[in-house]
């Protein structure tokens, strides 16, 4: 048994969550697509400061976790933010985070 195996599955979400925003390229990409507020058609790598082959590979892992849409035609692929999926994670990220954020317990120390 794989030890990740050992914990529920809304927890292996929100760690495969987590990895796939951990990079900065993928943030960038987010945010470009976001900003674009239409599918992007043709090469992404032109407006990052990444080669295409990095591109590449981060796209694959934002798609592999259903954070974007991508679709070849011809020689073109069209990128999309998948918004329903976002907005899922993005809510189970806040619930899990709910009790954390109200816990009245705090740790800070007094530097004097």
């Known amino acids: 048994m794989i030890k990740k195996d050992r914990f529920n599955n809304d ?8 990895k796939v925003l951990a990079h900065p390229a993928r943030l960038a990409i987010l945010q470009f697509l976001s900003q674009s507020k239409t599918c992007i ?14 591109v590449s590979q981060h796209l694959s892992e934002l798609k592999k976790l259903g954070l974007i849409h991508g679709e070849i035609e011809g020689t073109k692929v069209n990128y999309c933010l998948c918004s329903s999926s976002i907005a899922s994670f993005l809510t189970k990220m806040e619930a899990f985070f709910e009790p ?13």
């Open 11 to 18: 927890l292996q979400q929100l760690a495969a969550f987590a």
């Open 100 to 112: 954390i954020k109200n816990c009245e317990m705090s740790c800070e120390t007094n530097h004097e």
């Open 41 to 54: 058609s043709g090469d992404i790598s032109e407006h990052l400061p990444l080669s295409r082959t990095t």
